[in-house]
């Protein structure tokens, strides 16, 4: 009875995006205030019936509802209840719902936090929104009903993945997909701004802090991933080029190519028509991105040869995604010429190579990720595209988007002197060559790589610092706490940002010069060496869970004669679907982790076990975390809540004068 | 006019710039392609030889066997047709079994694939494709032969 309930909210939440998708736009066109006020509770009412339907299909799960076709597949009644729950988006069905259910959390979120924007303008973004809605809720009961029964019911499930059955998964996904479906809100602003032909730059300051918000989930969900992977796939990788992957990284790319783009259009009034591109394609991106990773054509092109329903509904949907907002765009252009023009040397040339190139490293991506399906979809051949061909490429192009990152902040807007733009930058540019080349030697590792990776990084410390200083001098008389306060938080977030790319840096350059690994074949008692650490292997020992046999290996971390850590990597064998799993044990530290994983157990006893070094790999999630952290602090810069208050009351004049 | 001069030369810039990185992308791309080759055409010698390339199927039944040093495994590789002869040194996938499908990526040296990587399915439902692309190939082939 439960999941028939769900799915009736799911259609009536269907029914609502569809008010909303046609009632405010009519609205909007004829200037019916009456037509325009329905998107607001049409919205609320749609969020309302898809949350209802997602706890009907999260019960089915806890309930180990076994007559639910997707609870049979995807759990089992011994499962730990965090993973019921979590599983239900750990499949394709689930996730759309969950798809559908951030995207109604960001238009409820827009219509509580934009009762400052004019009311046609709003009544666009939530009649754009609303077909976003109407299609994906639509794709998810035509093709993909997570309500499914399975008649009859079997009695026992096959549980989720093991490989989802981990803390890392329970937050990696709602992240990631707040982060795609977040760039909906900039596409429905940018959509409503040449609907209304109105792009002056009042839509791109509307529409930066939801772009940075949902930028920051965006990296927040990447970086949780490529933890996850990190320490859940049991080879201490970070990051692999997996087409999953790419499919996240990306809209990444593209959506931080559009929140410095947008930053050109608020202030300067330039790059209008590229800053509404960008938006286009990065939502674009985002629904590729779920197409890629939900579709299973990644696994086998062919695999929708045999079900083509679904491709082909997705496919259309992104056709007319993209088609229709690029149609809008051609008959629009005309009106976007025009803004601030600007001199050749000034931080809009800077911030437009840095937009070319993270548009032209995103196409990288897009290239090596679809090629190879392109040519199997066509039978041409087989072929994979692995990492030296993005590192061949992210190297080259990203060295130049970290330069101009450093030249940017020191440059005026409009027009600025190029000799005394260098020699701001010189000083520190000269002195992070020098602890380039000289950590690099300290690290015994002098390779262009390693001397590129360090400079960059010392230069991106140095600046920030530099600026920060600057900053501080700007009010010379004024108290240390008068001088800070006088910063903005949207300088803080830049700030921030841009060191963290500095703390990645180093952390990617660490690990890709100087990491460890070994494997060895070891008995208990046995030791082996590595990176100065002596790993002493204590046996293994029965460690079941409650829906997985185990064995765990004991093995002690010393320095010399001393313990630090006692290590205990696992080998799983899950039992609904008898598969295996390695668990890893990690020392984490600051400036290194060593990583110890479980192979297989030989015929006499010995077990295979790898043993990695990992120099500076936590730095690159803090580079990442100092990322988010700056777009949270961008978006929460005070000019955003004024000009609400400031817009809110002039509308209120407005209505005032009229009455 | 001079303001027209300045301009133009951006969008030079800019194009030349665009230009430089498109053929940056496409000269990596195609330095670092990996091809795909069953076993049957590695056998018949249509395989790159020294340079990296991938090979997918079965696993030969019975044909693990670990060297004394236990970190160096040997296997073969097969599409029914053909069998492959690789050597890999370190951890196998969990799932990486006899009579399952696997593909392997590294070099041909004196007649035996030297793997950098070993690739298994990654649940039990699945086969990695370019694995069961190999198999269909073989099998399509052997059906032709004995018409």
């Known amino acids: ?119 046609a303008f709003l009544a666009r973004v939530l009649g754009v929104l609303g077909m976003v809605s109407a299609g994906f809720i639509s794709f998810t009961l035509v093709t993909s009903n997570p309500f499914e029964r399975l008649l009859p019911a079997v009695a026992e499930g096959r549980d989720l993945n093991p490989l989802l059955q981990d803390p890392g998964m329970i937050i990696h996904p ?36 939801w772009t940075t918000i949902a930028w920051v989930f965006l990296t927040a969900g990447i970086a949780v991933g490529s933890g996850w992977a990190y320490y859940e796939l049991g080879w201490g990788g970070w990051w692999f080029w997996d087409p999953v992957e790419n499919a996240s990284f990306m809209p990444w790319l593209l959506g931080t190519a559009l929140i410095h783009s947008l930053a050109v259009t608020e202030k300067r009034g330039a790059f209008r028509s590229w800053t509404v591109l960008l938006a286009i394609g990065a939502f674009s991106l985002s629904l590729l991105g779920t197409f890629l990773v939900r579709s299973g054509v990644i696994t086998s092109v062919h695999a929708f040869a045999t079900d083509p329903k679904r491709g082909l509904y997705i496919l259309a949907l992104l056709v007319i995604v993209i088609g229709a907002s690029l149609l809008l765009y051609a008959m629009r252009a005309s009106k976007l010429t025009g803004g601030g023009s600007f001199a050749f040397v000034s931080r809009e040339t800077a911030l437009l190579g840095n937009n070319v190139l993270l548009t032209v490293a995103s196409a990288s991506v897009l290239l090596g990720t679809l090629y190879p399906l392109f040519l199997d979809a066509l039978n041409l051949g087989k072929i994979s595209v692995g990492p030296p061909y993005f590192e061949a490429v992210f190297v080259p192009l990203m060295t130049p988007v970290v330069v101009l990152m450093m030249f940017g902040p020191f440059l005026r807007w409009k027009d600025d002197d190029l000799v005394a733009a260098v020699r701001k930058v010189a000083p520190a540019f000269v002195a992070s060559v020098l602890i380039g080349f000289g950590s690099a030697w300290a690290v015994d590792h002098v390779t262009w790589r390693t001397v590129l990776g360090l400079t960059l990084a010392a230069w991106v410390v140095l600046a920030s610092v530099q600026l920060l200083a600057g900053r501080f001098k700007e009010r010379a008389g004024a108290s240390v706490g008068a001088r800070l306060r006088s910063i903005t938080a949207a300088w803080w977030g830049m700030w921030l940002a841009h ?5 990645f840096i180093i952390g990617v350059t660490m690990v890709g010069s100087l990491d460890q690994h070994l494997d060895v074949k070891m008995k208990e008692g046995q030791h082996a060496e590595l990176a100065g650490y002596t790993f002493v292997f204590r046996g293994a020992v029965d460690a079941d869970g409650p829906n997985y046999d185990a064995a765990r290996g004991i093995i002690e971390l010393r320095r010399g004669e001393r313990l630090l850590d006692t290590l205990t ?17 990690l020392d984490i530290g600051v400036f290194r982790d060593v990583y110890v994983s479980l192979g297989e157990q030989l015929a006499d006893g010995a077990w295979i076990v790898s043993l990695y070094y990992k120099p500076f790999i936590s730095w690159i999630w803090l580079g990442c975390v100092l990322m988010g952290l700056g777009g949270v602090f961008a978006a929460a810069d005070r000019r955003y809540r004024r000009l609400a208050a400031r817009e809110a009351a002039a509308a209120g004049q407005r209505v005032a004068a009229s009455a | 006019m001079k303001a027209r001069s300045k301009r133009l030369m951006l969008v030079g810039g800019g194009v030349v710039l665009l230009f430089a990185a498109v053929a940056l992308v496409l000269s990596a791309f195609q330095q670092n392609l990996v091809f795909f080759h069953t076993p049957s055409e590695v056998a018949e010698g249509k395989a790159p030889n020294g340079k990296t390339f991938r090979v997918g199927g079965m696993v030969e039944e019975g044909s693990i066997a670990r060297e004394p040093d236990g970190i160096t495994v040997r296997f073969a590789i097969t599409d029914t047709a053909k069998v492959i002869p690789v050597s890999y040194k370190g951890t196998l996938p969990d799932l990486f079994k006899e009579g399952k499908g696997a593909v392997v990526q590294g070099r041909l040296e004196n007649g035996v694939f030297q793997a950098t990587e070993v690739l298994a399915k990654h649940d039990e439902n699945y086969m990695p494709p370019e694995a069961a692309h190999a198999v269909e190939q073989a099998q399509k082939a052997a059906t032709t032969l004995s018409q």
């Open chain 1, 499 to 503: 060191l963290g790319v500095g703390v």
């Open chain 1, 174 to 209: 709602p992240l990631l997909y707040m982060g795609y479906v977040g760039f909906s809100v900039a596409f429905a602003f940018a959509i409503a701004a040449l609907m209304s032909g109105r792009l002056d730059a009042a839509w791109a300051r509307w529409s930066r802090p």
């Open chain 1, 1 to 119: 009875m439960i999941p028939e309930l769900g799915h009736f909210a799911l259609i009536l939440a269907l029914v609502l995006s569809l008010v909303q998708a046609v009632v405010p736009l009519v609205g909007a066109q004829r200037n019916s205030m009456a037509l325009m006020a329905v998107g607001r509770p049409a919205a609320q009412g749609q969020f309302f019936f898809i949350v209802f339907s997602y706890v009907c299909l999260t019960w089915a799960f806890i309930q180990s509802d076994f007559s639910v076709q997707l609870a049979a597949s995807n759990s089992h009644s011994a499962t730990p209840i965090m993973y019921k729950i979590t599983g239900v988006w750990g499949n394709h069905e689930g996730s759309l719902l969950l798809w559908a259910m951030s995207l109604s959390l960001w238009t409820v979120a827009v219509t509580v936090f934009s009762r400052h924007l004019p009311d």
């Open chain 1, 569 to 585: 990597p696992e080998k799983r064998v899950y039992r609904a679907q008898g598969m295996p799993m390695t668990e890893a044990s």
